[in-house]
Nanobody
């Protein structure tokens, strides 16, 4: 079982940028595909971006060309660089493996995009 601590969220104006980070515990981090998920108020949690253990990335359409997911297997971390943020990106963001382990959800980090 891997545990995650998410950080880096905050309040940002539309068009701004944030970088989220996730620290993972567990010596087998490198074998998993990793992902960022988000949950907006009143909505279900959704997958945002995935990076495989080989470094291949994929994104949902709404964040393509704006978000970049990356991982550092030596440091057991995964990051999400978010640019050109929009109000609809407002949500609590979580990292987890892909597909997610229910027992591994962290506390998430709040991202609010508002003027």
């Amino acid at each position: 079982q891997v545990q995650f601590v998410d950080s880096g969220g905050g309040l940002v104006q539309p068009g701004g940028s944030l970088r989220l980070s996730c620290a993972a515990s567990g010596s087998i981090f490198s074998i998993y595909a990793m992902a960022w998920y988000r949950q907006a108020p009143g909505k279900q949690r959704e997958l945002v971006a995935v990076v495989t253990n080989g470094g291949t990335t994929s994104y949902i359409d709404s964040v393509k060309d704006r978000f970049t997911i990356s991982r550092d297997n030596a440091k057991n971390t995964v990051s999400l660089e978010m640019n050109s943020l929009k109000p609809e990106d407002t949500a609590v963001y979580y990292c987890n493996v892909a597909p997610p382990q229910q027992e591994s959800w962290g506390q998430g980090t709040q991202v609010t995009v508002s003027s």
